[in-house]
C-alpha cells in the first residue's frame, strides 16, 4: 500500500537532489535544471497531499489544480530563464555561475 | 538738562565724524570743536549745579525685572571737578589738534575719534551706577583703540592699540566679576549712593560684609582690576609707554591727563568698600607705591620725550593709586579726616598733575612738531633759544610735577605722601619719597637735556615756535599749573582738596630734600652732557617686562592654543565622530562578507535557512509551551 | 490666511516661482523685502502685548491631535525679525550667481521663519528639518573647497545634524508621551504648556527627558563636544548660506530649548547633574573653542570656530536659567546673528575679491577699502561684546542673570562658570583683534588690492551694522516685545 508517506519521502529526495544539484554545480544550466527539479518537487507533494486528503470521499481538486498553475508558471519562467541564460553567455562566453558575482557588496 | 548736553553732544558729534567723515571733510573738524566748547561751557554750568542732586536716570538702557543697568547721572563733587578737567583739557586737546594735525590726510577721523572718546569719558564720569560706568569704559577702551592706532599703516601703531586694548580687556575681566559680585550681594543693585547706603546704613552689603568679609575683599580688588587695566597699574602697566604711537595731543588728553585717570576716579568711587578691607586697602597702596618707583626707575633712563613723559605718568597714578590705599588703610587706623568737607588726596593729584602733565604732553608735540618728528631728546639741545614761549611752558610744568613749591604739584603731591605718612606704613612713605626723589631727576635731565646745551641735529637747529593756536592751550595749561591747587581755584573747581594737616613737618622736609636732590643730581650729571653718562641696561629695557609678557603669551596662549587645537582635533572628532565612524565602518565589513555575490553561496544560506526553519517550527516551537 | 502663515509662505512662493522660471534675483528680493516689512510691521503691532499674539489653527489630524497652528510672542518676533534681515542681506549680497543660490536661500529663510513662527511641535521640527536639505545641498554642490572635500564636509554636517535630530524627536516623542498620559496625543505647543503647569512632570524625569532635549538640540547649536561639523561647513559653504545658517538657522536648536524644553521642563536645567553637565559642555564651548580660534589664521577659520565659541554664552543663559539671563540668551541670538551674518557676508567678498584669507598675506585693507573696514570693525567689534551694539547687552544680561539668585552668597558651579566665561570675553577680544590688525592694519605690501564694494553693495551690510547700533544703543527696543515672563 502506498501511502502519503512514500509520496512525501519522495518528493523530499527530489527536493534535496535538486538543491544539492543548485548548490553544487558550476553549470548555470545544469543549475537552472535542478531547479526545475525542486519545483517538480513541490507539485509531486502538491499531487500527494491533494490524493490523500479527501473531502466527502473524494480527493481536494484545488491542489490539483494549483499544480497546473505551478507548471505554467513554471513553463513561462523557462522561457524567460533560458533567455537570460543566452544573453548571459553572449556577454561572458561562460555558463559558469562563478562568472556572475555582480552583486558582490 | 545740563548733564544730558554733556552726553549726548559728543555722542551725536561722533556719530556724525565717524559714520560720515568723507563727506564732512573740513566740516567735521568744526563739528568736533565746536562740540568741545559747548561741552566745556557746560560743564562750568554743571559745576555750578547743586551737590544733592544725587543720581538721575537718563534713559533706561536695560531695565527687566531683577536687572536694571540705566544711563543714570550723578552729579556730586567728585563728577563735578571731574567733569571740568575733562572738558577743560579735551577742549584745549581739541584746539591745539587743529595746528597739530593740520597736514593729516585722515583729520576728521582723528576728529571723530576725538569725539568718541569725549563721549566715553564724559559717560565715566557722569555714571550712577557700576554697569553704565563699565559700559563707558569699554566705549574709552575703543576710542584709545582708535587713536592709538590713528596711523595704523605702522606697524608699531598697529600693534600697541591692540595691545592696549587687550591688556584693559584682562583688567575689565576682573572688574566684571567685582561688578557681578556686588551686583549678587547687594541684590541687583549697584548705583554708587545705593551700594554706599546699603554698605554704610545696614543693607544687604553691610550683612554680606559681616557674613562674607572675604567676598568683600574679593569684590574690592576684582574692581580695583578694572582700575589696575585702566590706569596702566603693574602688572598691567605694559601698554601706556607703547600708547604713545598715537598721536601727541591724544597722549596728553587720554593718556595722560583723563583714560588713564579714570581708574582712580572709579576706585574712589568705590572707596567705602576699600576701607571696609584691610587687605584689599594694602594691596592697592602697595601696587600703587609700586608701580610708582618702577615706572620713576624706568623713566630715568628713556630717551624718547613722550615715552619718559609717559613713565612719569605711569609713576603719577601709581601716586594716586597709592594714596587711594593709604587713606583707606588710615581710616582703619581711625586716622581719618572728617567734617563736611575731607576731600581726597588722590582726586587732589588727579585735579593737579590732568593739568601740568597734559600741558608736558603737549608741550612735548610742539617740540615734536617743530622738530619735524624727532622724539629722541639726544637728537634735541639747545630748544630754549628756538621756542621760548613753549619752553617757559615746559619748564613751568615740570617744575610743577617735580613739587616746587608753591607750584600746584607741590600741594597735591605733599597730600599723597601726607596720606602715604598716615597709613601708618613706614615703607609706603618711603618709597614714596624715593619716587619723588627720581621723579625729580628724570624731569629735570628731560629739560636740560631737550632744551639746553646746542642742538645736536639738523631738526633740532631749525626749529622754531609753533603757531599761536599750538601755543594758546599751553599758555593757559602753564597758567594752571601755577595756580590750580589754590583754593581761589580749587573750591570752585571742585577739586577736592583735603584740609591741610599741621604737624607734617616730615613729609614737608622730605619732598623739599626730594625735590633738591633729585633735581641737584641731575643738574650735576646732564649739564652740557652730549650722550648719556649713566647707562643702565635694566631701566632702559623697562625691566624686560615687554620680553617677559611676549614669553608668556607666547607659551600660556599660543602654545596652548596650539595644543588645545590638536586635542580637540584628536579627541573631541576622535571619540564623537571618528570613533563610532570607525565602528559602523567595521560592522559594515563584516555583513559584506556575506554578500559575496555567488549564486550558490545563497543558495546554500537558503537551504540552511530552510531546515533551520523546520527545525524550529517541528522541533522547538511545539515544546515551547511545556 | 493669517499674516504669520503669509510670512511663512512668501519666501517659499518665491522659491517656486524662480523654480519655474521667474526672474530669480527680483523675485526673490521682492519677497524677502516685502516679508520684512511684514514682520516689522507685525513685530510693532506686538509691541506691548504679553503671550502668543497672531494665532490660527488649522486641524489635520483628529487623533493624534495635529495642527498647522502659527503664532508669535516677543521671542519668536524678534527671531523672525532676524530672519528677514538676514535672508534679505544674504539674497541682496548674491552677485552673478544661479537661480540655485536664491532658491536655496529663500528655502533655509522659509524653513527657519516656519520654525519659529510655528506652535506645533511637529511643524516646528518638519520646517526646520525642511531648512536643512537645501544647507547641505548647497555646501555639496557650490562649496568652496574641491568636490571631494567640500562633498565630506556636507556629509559630515548631515550625519551630525541628521543624528542631532534624531536624538531630538526621540526626546520629544518621550515628552509628548509622557504628557499624554495615555489619552489623546497632541502635539500643540500650547496645550502641552497648560498641561505642564497643571500636572508638572516629577522633577528627576524632568532632567532626564530636558538632557536627551539638551543633546538634539544641543547638537544642532554646535554645543561642544558635538560641534565638530560646524567649523568646516561654514568655512566651506557658499556665503549666501553661511550667513543663513549661522546667523539664523543654528539659533533654531536654543529656540527650541527655551522654547520647549524650558517651558514644559521648567525644573529640568536645575537638576543638579543636568547643569553640571551644560555648565561643563558650554565652558568648553568657550574656552576650548575660544582656544581653538586663536589658533586659526585664516579669517573663515576664526569666524567660523568665533561663531561655535559664542553659542557657549547662549547655552550659559540657558542654564542660568533666570529670567534675565533667558532674555539676555534671546537677545544674544538675535545679536549674535545679525553679527555673524554681517561678518561672513564680508568674509565671502573679501574671498571673492582677494582669492585668500590667510592673514600672513594679507594686510593694510584699511586704506584701500576704508567702508568695507568700518562695515568690518562692526561686526567684529560686536561680537567682541563692545557696549553700543546688541552683542554686549545679552552678554550682560546672561552674566547678570546668573548672579540674580545670589542670596545665599555662596559661589555655586554656575558662578564660577561666569568667572570663567569672563575669560572667553578676552580671548575673542584676542582673536578679532588679532584677525582685524592681519587684514586691516599694516602696510598693504602683499600686492592683494580690493576696494570698495559699489553703494548698492554695501546696503545689505549697513542695513545688518545699523540694526547692531540701534539695538545696541536701545536694547531696550527689543526688551520691550519680551514682557511677558519666558
Known amino acids: ?105 | 538738562m545740563n548733564a544730558s548736553i554733556l552726553l549726548l553732544l559728543p555722542f551725536f558729534s561722533a556719530l556724525l565724524i565717524l559714520l560720515g567723515h568723507r563727506q564732512l571733510k573740513g566740516a567735521a573738524v568744526l563739528i568736533s570743536v565746536g562740540s568741545s566748547i559747548i561741552a566745556f561751557l557746560a560743564s562750568i554750568a554743571f559745576l555750578g549745579a547743586d551737590d544733592n542732586e544725587g543720581t538721575k536716570m537718563l534713559l533706561p538702557f536695560i531695565d527687566v525685572a531683577g536687572f536694571r543697568a540705566g544711563i543714570d547721572v550723578m552729579s556730586d563733587k567728585q563728577s563735578q571737578g571731574m567733569m571740568f578737567i575733562v572738558t577743560f583739557i579735551g577742549m584745549l586737546v581739541h584746539l591745539f589738534s587743529l595746528g597739530y594735525m593740520k597736514d593729516d590726510e585722515a583729520k576728521p577721523r582723528f576728529f571723530g575719534s576725538l569725539s568718541l572718546f569725549m563721549f566715553s569719558m564724559t559717560g565715566i564720569v557722569l555714571a550712577g551706577n557700576l554697569f553704565m560706568m563699565f559700559i563707558f569704559w569699554e566705549l574709552v577702551g575703543l576710542s584709545s583703540y582708535l587713536l592709538i592706532g590713528h596711523w595704523y599703516e605702522k606697524a608699531s601703531a598697529a600693534e600697541a592699540c591692540k595691545k592696549a586694548f587687550l591688556t584693559n580687556r584682562i583688567g575689565d575681566f576682573g572688574f566684571m566679576i567685582g561688578i557681578l559680585l556686588l551686583f549678587g550681594l547687594n541684590n541687583g543693585d549697584v548705583a554708587f549712593d545705593n551700594l554706599q547706603d546699603a554698605f554704610v546704613q545696614g543693607g544687604p552689603l553691610h550683612d554680606a560684609a559681616k557674613l562674607h568679609p572675604g567676598l568683600i575683599t574679593a569684590a574690592a580688588l576684582c574692581i580695583f582690576m578694572g582700575a589696575v587695566g585702566k590706569s596702566a597699574q603693574f602688572p598691567l602697566h605694559v601698554w601706556l609707554p607703547d600708547a604713545m604711537e598715537g598721536p601727541t595731543p591724544v597722549s596728553a588728553l587720554i593718556h595722560a591727563a583723563t583714560m588713564v585717570a579714570a581708574g582712580v576716579y572709579m576706585i574712589v568711587r568705590m572707596s567705602f568698600i576699600v576701607t571696609a578691607s584691610p587687605l584689599a586697602a594694602e594691596i592697592i597702596a602697595g601696587i600703587g607705591c609700586f608701580t610708582a618707583l618702577l615706572a620713576a626707575l624706568m623713566a630715568t633712563q628713556q630717551n624718547d620725550i613722550k615715552r619718559v613723559l609717559a613713565y612719569s605718568t605711569l609713576s603719577q597714578l601709581g601716586y594716586m593709586v597709592m594714596a587711594v590705599g593709604a587713606v583707606a588703610m588710615a581710616a582703619q587706623h581711625g586716622h581719618a579726616e572728617h567734617g563736611p568737607d575731607p576731600g581726597h588726596a588722590a582726586m587732589f593729584h588727579l585735579y593737579t598733575h590732568a593739568f601740568f602733565k597734559a600741558m608736558l604732553f603737549l608741550g612735548s608735540g610742539a617740540v615734536i612738531y617743530a622738530c619735524h618728528h624727532e622724539q629722541d631728546i639726544w637728537k634735541m639741545g639747545g630748544l630754549r633759544k628756538h621756542m621760548p614761549v613753549t619752553f617757559w611752558t615746559f619748564a613751568i610744568g615740570t617744575l610743577a610735577l617735580m613739587g616746587l613749591p608753591p607750584l600746584s604739584g607741590f600741594w597735591s603731591k605733599e597730600a599723597v605722601l601726607g596720606t602715604a605718612y598716615d597709613s601708618g606704613c613706614r615703607p609706603l612713605f618711603l618709597a614714596g619719597a624715593l619716587t619723588a626723589v627720581l621723579t625729580s631727576f628724570y624731569m629735570m635731565r628731560l629739560l636740560i637735556v631737550a632744551f639746553f646745551g646746542k642742538p645736536r641735529s639738523d631738526s633740532a637747529h631749525h626749529a622754531t615756535e609753533v603757531p599761536m593756536i599750538m601755543l594758546l592751550p599751553l599758555a593757559v595749561l602753564a597758567l594752571f599749573s601755577i595756580f590750580s591747587a589754590f583754593d581761589i581755584l580749587a573750591t570752585p573747581l571742585q577739586a577736592m582738596k583735603p584740609p591741610h594737616v599741621e604737624g607734617h613737618d616730615t613729609v614737608l622736609f622730605a619732598s623739599l630734600a626730594a625735590l633738591i636732590i633729585g633735581a641737584g643730581s641731575a643738574i650735576y650729571l646732564y649739564r652740557g652732557k652730549d650722550k648719556d653718562p649713566v647707562n643702565i641696561k635694566l631701566f632702559a629695557n623697562k625691566f624686560y617686562f615687554d620680553e617677559m609678557y611676549a614669553v608668556i603669551v607666547r607659551v600660556c596662549q599660543d602654545r596652548l592654543a596650539w595644543i588645545v587645537t590638536a586635542l580637540e582635533r584628536v579627541f573631541v572628532d576622535g571619540l564623537v565622530a571618528r570613533l563610532p565612524t570607525a565602528i559602523i565602518a567595521r560592522l559594515g565589513a563584516a555583513t559584506r562578507m556575506l554578500q559575496g555575490g555567488h549564486l550558490q553561496g545563497y543558495t546554500f544560506l537558503l537551504g540552511g535557512g530552510v531546515i533551520a526553519v523546520i527545525y524550529l517550527v517541528v522541533f522547538v516551537l511545539p515544546h515551547m509551551g511545556h | 490666511m493669517s499674516v504669520l502663515e503669509l510670512i511663512i509662505a512668501l519666501p517659499l512662493l518665491a522659491a517656486l516661482a524662480i523654480w519655474l522660471g521667474a526672474p530669480a534675483r527680483a523675485a526673490s528680493m521682492g519677497a524677502t523685502l516685502i516679508n520684512l516689512i511684514l514682520v516689522f510691521v507685525t513685530t510693532i503691532q506686538y509691541a506691548g502685548k504679553t503671550g502668543l499674539a497672531f494665532t490660527q489653527s488649522r486641524p489635520i489630524l483628529d487623533n493624534p491631535s495635529l495642527s498647522f497652528a502659527v503664532g508669535a510672542d516677543g521671542v519668536s518676533l524678534i527671531l523672525a525679525l532676524l530672519t528677514t534681515l538676514v535672508m534679505l542681506a544674504a539674497i541682496w549680497q548674491i552677485q552673478d550667481r544661479p537661480a540655485i543660490f536664491y532658491i536655496s536661500s529663500l528655502l533655509i529663510g522659509g524653513g527657519a521663519l516656519g520654525a519659529f513662527l510655528a506652535t506645533d511641535v511637529f511643524f516646528i521640527y518638519a520646517f526646520h528639518e525642511l531648512a536643512l536639505i537645501p544647507t547641505f545641498l548647497m555646501i555639496a554642490l557650490h562649496g568652496r573647497a574641491d568636490a571631494a572635500q567640500r562633498k565630506a564636509v556636507a556629509w559630515k554636517a548631515t550625519i551630525y545634524l541628521g543624528a542631532g535630530s534624531l536624538v531630538l524627536l526621540a526626546g520629544l516623542v518621550w515628552l509628548v508621551l509622557e504628557f499624554s498620559g495615555g489619552s489623546k496625543l497632541t502635539f500643540d505647543l500650547e496645550a502641552l504648556r497648560a498641561q505642564a503647569a497643571l500636572t508638572p512632570l516629577p522633577i528627576a524625569k524632568q532632567g532626564q527627558i530636558f538632557f536627551v532635549l539638551l543633546l538634539g538640540f544641543g547638537s544642532l547649536v554646535s554645543l561642544f563636544p558635538f560641534h565638530s561639523w560646524a567649523a568646516p561647513a561654514y568655512a566651506t559653504a557658499p556665503t549666501p548660506v553661511a550667513m543663513l545658517h549661522s546667523g539664523v538657522l543654528k539659533k533654531f536648536g536654543l529656540y527650541g530649548l527655551i522654547r520647549i524644553a524650558m517651558p514644559l521642563l521648567p525644573q529640568g536645567v536645575h537638576v543638579e547633574w543636568v547643569q553640571n553637565a551644560l555648565l561643563l559642555m558650554l565652558l568648553g564651548n568657550i574656552l576650548v573653542m575660544g582656544l581653538v580660534t586663536i589658533h586659526a589664521n585664516r579669517l573663515d577659520d576664526t569666524l567660523a570656530n568665533s561663531s561655535v565659541m559664542h553659542m557657549g554664552y547662549i547655552f550659559l543663559g540657558i542654564a542660568a536659567g533666570s529670567e534675565v539671563a533667558l532674555k539676555g540668551a534671546v537677545i544674544l541670538m538675535f545679536a549674535h546673528g545679525v553679527s555673524i551674518a554681517l561678518l561672513f557676508g564680508l568674509c565671502g567678498r573679501m574671498r571673492n575679491q582677494l582669492g585668500t584669507l590667510e592673514y600672513s598675506k594679507l594686510g593694510g585693507l584699511a586704506t584701500h577699502a576704508p567702508a568695507f573696514t568700518v562695515l568690518f570693525a562692526f561686526g567684529a567689534f560686536a561680537s567682541i561684546g563692545l557696549p553700543g551694539l546688541t552683542n554686549f547687552a545679552g552678554e550682560v544680561m546672561i552674566f547678570a542673570g546668573s548672579f540674580t539668585n545670589f542670596k545665599a552668597a555662596a559661589l555655586s558651579n554656575l558662578h564660577w562658570t561666569v568667572f570663567l566665561a569672563l575669560w572667553g570675553v578676552v580671548m575673542s577680544a584676542v582673536y578679532m583683534l588679532r584677525a582685524y590688525r592681519g587684514i586691516f592694519h599694516g602696510n598693504a605690501t602683499t600686492g592683494l588690492f580690493m576696494t570698495d564694494p559699489a553703494v548698492s553693495q554695501r546696503v545689505p551690510f549697513i542695513l545688518l551694522a545699523t540694526t547692531l547700533l540701534v539695538t545696541g544703543c536701545c536694547p531696550w527696543l527689543l526688551l520691550n516685545l519680551m514682557k511677558s515672563a519666558l
Open chain 1, 1 to 105: 500500500m502506498i501511502t502519503l508517506g512514500h509520496y512525501l519521502v519522495v518528493s523530499g529526495m527530489l527536493f534535496a537532489l535538486g538543491l544539492a544539484g543548485v548548490i553544487a554545480r558550476r553549470n548555470i544550466i545544469i543549475v537552472y535544471m535542478c531547479l526545475e527539479m525542486m519545483l517538480s518537487a513541490a507539485n509531486l507533494a502538491l499531487v500527494g497531499f491533494s490524493r490523500f486528503h479527501l473531502v466527502n470521499g473524494l480527493p481536494d481538486y484545488t491542489a490539483q489544480s494549483l499544480v497546473f498553475f505551478t507548471i505554467t508558471v513554471a513553463a513561462a519562467e523557462v522561457a524567460v530563464g533560458l533567455a537570460i541564460i543566452v544573453a548571459l553567455f553572449r556577454s561572458k562566453q561562460s555558463v559558469d555561475v562563478e562568472s556572475v558575482t555582480k552583486l558582490q557588496g
